[in-house]
């Protein structure tokens, strides 16, 4: 039996028109109804999240790996609030999160009523679109719930936000059906053949054009500009750059010497990262990078063939280079022994993905939208709920105890696999030229500590390792590759952070020896 509120009714109704089979949902009891029929319909799967941050970033996860739309579904008031962050990095990533919050009905907003805020616009920007539903009285007031969902639902790789105002009592689960609804059909065009030999020629017909693959793809990119130096010669006259954000800074400020970008996106949205952009073209961006490298393979280009050589010098260094026991020796272990088939690696910003684009060889997930540490583990974690493959996370120990509540959840199963990369601090600040002038750089700034995992993994039931040596790291990591389980692993490596930042600065400094 469905609840007897209509709006939550055609909502319910259409989210399964349109194709959402997640649902990521969270405690509250004005939003009870509407989890109610959630968890009525055999065509969605619920997923019981507490803390509504890391529900957010759950609903990413399995988003991103799913490539389909995921609902988020919180109560009303500060709950709301609480998603912010994952949607706002899925705004980013171009990510189908669907946020759907219970309120309270327009009259009793801002009346010291519990647990009541303007919740219509609360996500701002960082949606596509939201709409507040009525609460239908007649086939017109349906009419329009019915067509303000249908509007939301066929957006496509944005978050969206659908506010459902229910007016008490709450608790009717007396509908036999749903309502057969009317469901409005968006086709979304791939690119056309003329525009994807249109982009192919001017790519070819440049005398130095450069192909740029942001997030999910990464290269040494970072190492191959350092070695390039000042050569004017590696300098790109057309740059096109398809795919998420770039980490490296360093390679930015380079790009942006270019004379112009073409950037290719799913949105068709003005991203003028490299400060050089000239045209955008709405389309699927893997598909034109994987054109234009079949070009390339039938007409070699110089240019392409210089930084290709670049590019397998920088390789060659980072596979040969062995640094001292750090994080950085670390990730070489562990990407020396995950390899890229059937897993699903997801790294953690700061220090962690800058390592990652130092040793993977292999797509890899990052929240690179926005940039923030938290929910990191909470992706992950979302991503392993609904994939087959193991779903390793490499965190740093600051990313990991912010989000902390990602491993308090019941779905999670043997395939979820944490490398926590524990020094102490926030170690990406040892990093920054000039704040070891701040006294306070250790403690108020990089929030230094001296917190293990262990008890987090025992509370969970996360079976946990430690290592704290180039040995026990290479049986820690085994372990984590290869042992057969029920339950999510964790291996927490300890550093110093004053070691990861010197194997750091003598890796780049090798470059040019």
Not at 110 to 131: E, H, I
Not at 364 to 393: F, M, P
Request: net charge negative; charged share 20%.
């Amino acid at each position: 039996m469905y609840s007897n509120k209509e709006n939550v009714n055609i909502l319910t109704s259409l989210l399964v028109a349109h194709g959402v089979r997640h649902a990521v949902v969270c405690p509250g009891s004005r939003n009870a109804p509407i989890v109610h029929n959630l968890s009525e319909c055999a065509d969605i799967k619920c997923y019981p999240v507490t803390d509504e941050r890391s529900a957010g970033f759950y609903a990413l996860g399995m988003a991103q790996c799913l490539n389909q739309p995921v609902a988020v579904c919180v109560t009303s008031g500060t709950a709301l609030l609480n998603v912010a962050p994952a949607v706002a990095e899925a705004y980013y990533q171009h990510q189908s999160l669907v946020v759907i919050s219970a309120d309270r009905p327009q009259q009793w907003i801002d009346q010291l009523d519990g647990q009541t805020l303007p919740q219509s616009d609360a996500l701002g920007r960082f949606v596509r679109k939201a709409v507040t539903l009525p609460e239908p009285h007649d086939d017109e007031s349906r009419w329009y719930c019915n067509r303000l969902v249908n509007e939301v639902l066929v957006v496509r790789h944005a978050p969206v936000h659908i506010n459902v105002p229910i007016s008490e009592p709450l608790f009717g689960f007396n509908v036999a059906e749903l309502p057969v609804e009317r469901k409005i059909e968006c086709q979304w065009a791939d690119i056309s053949s003329i525009t994807l030999n249109h982009v192919a020629r001017m790519f070819m017909q440049a005398k130095r054009p450069l192909l740029i693959c942001g997030q999910p793809l990464n290269a040494n990119y970072d190492e191959a500009v350092v070695l390039a130096g000042d050569d004017e010669r590696y300098v790109p006259d057309f740059v096109l750059y398809t795919g998420g954000s770039i980490v490296s800074k360093r390679l930015k400020r380079f790009l942006r010497k270019a004379k112009e970008t073409w950037v290719v996106n799913e949105t068709g949205e003005v991203t003028d990262t490299l400060m050089n952009l000239t045209n955008v073209i709405q389309g699927d961006g893997e598909m034109v990078a994987d054109y234009v490298r079949f070009m390339l393979e039938q007409q070699p280009h110089p240019f392409v063939q210089l930084w290709q050589e670049l590019l397998a010098r920088a390789r060659r260094h980072s596979e040969a280079y062995q640094p001292a026991y750090s994080q950085m020796a670390v990730v070489r272990c562990f990407e020396q022994g995950v390899g890229a088939d059937d897993v699903v690696v997801h790294y953690a910003n700061s220090s962690a993905i800058r390592l990652a684009n130092i040793y993977a060889r292999h797509p890899i997930y990052c929240n690179r939208g926005v940039n923030g540490i938290e929910g990191s583990l909470s992706t992950a974690a979302g991503c392993s709920v609904v994939a087959d493959a193991k779903v390793y996370c490499v965190i740093g120990d600051l990313s990991f105890f912010y989000d902390q509540n990602a491993l308090w959840n019941q779905h999670l199963h043997g395939n979820l696999r944490v490398l926590l990369l524990n020094n102490g601090k926030g170690g990406i600040f040892n990093m920054l030229r000039g704040l070891e002038q701040s006294g306070v750089r250790d403690t108020l700034v990089a929030a230094q500590h001296s917190t293990s995992a262990e008890g987090v993994c025992q509370q969970n039931g996360v079976l946990y390792q430690r290592a704290a040596d180039m040995g026990a790291v290479q049986q820690g990591i085994s372990w984590l590759l290869h042992t057969d389980s029920e339950r999510p692993l964790l291996l927490e490596v300890m550093t110093s952070a004053d070691d990861d930042e010197q194997a750091m600065r003598d890796y780049y400094r090798s470059l040019s020896i």
